[in-house]
């Protein structure tokens, strides 16, 4: 995948990367490596490499597709023993339900997509309601709890918080579809 990194003096690297923190660490190279008058830039571009915002194209589904495979790579031992435990003795809902008991898929989600917008500039709002949008039109993950928001006062803290749980849901739904496959066929 290709992406665009905007830093801090303007300079936009295009970079091949398999995910957003390759490509990061890829285009802070590019800019120390372009800077070349010998005064140190770097701390200034690490400051100023602001990839969430300029990411091109945005792909949301991509995204949380990506978080959620890492996230059942990480259970991968605790699925092949579970399904180890109870082979025979349960179906593979009944094996699910206890992996998600144990392990807590959509905490494990939530503490995945939090963080991915907590800053209040313009472009990551409209980064946030892109997520948003384009997770909302996949499927049923927009997050509709307004609790969750309930006492902010600021719009940005509010459609941040609902981009948040909105690619957590997104993450936490496409996580259960890989582990409910990943056990089937460790049951066959």
């Given at each position: 995948m290709e992406y665009k990194i905007k830093v801090?003096?303007?300079?936009v690297f295009k970079v091949e990367?398999?995910?957003?923190?390759?490509?990061?660490e890829k285009a802070l190279n590019?800019?120390?490596?372009?800077?070349?008058?010998g005064t140190d830039y770097k701390e200034a571009v690490k400051c100023g490499l602001r990839s969430e915002e300029y990411k091109e194209?945005?792909?949301w589904r991509q995204r949380a597709e990506e978080?959620?495979?890492d996230l059942v790579e990480n259970l991968s031992d605790t699925i092949t023993e579970a399904v180890k435990d109870k082979?025979?003795?349960?179906?593979?809902?009944?094996?699910?339900?206890?992996?998600?008991n144990e392990e807590d898929i959509s905490g494990r989600a939530l503490e995945t997509a939090d963080g991915c917008f907590i800053y209040r500039s313009t472009d990551a709002v409209i980064e946030a309601l892109n997520c948003i949008n384009r997770l909302s039109d996949y499927s049923d993950f927009k997050e509709t709890d307004s609790g969750l928001w309930e006492g902010k006062e600021e719009a940005e803290d509010i459609i941040n918080?609902?981009?948040?749980?909105?690619?957590a849901n997104a993450?936490?739904?496409k996580a259960e579809e890989i582990i409910r496959e990943k056990i089937k066929n460790l049951l066959l």
């Open positions: 801090s003096f303007e300079r990367a398999d995910k957003q923190s390759e490509a990061e590019k800019a120390v490596e372009y800077l070349t008058d194209p945005a792909n978080d959620a495979r082979k025979n003795k349960e179906d593979a809902d009944l094996i699910f339900d206890a992996i998600d918080i609902k981009a948040t749980f909105t690619l993450i936490g739904a």
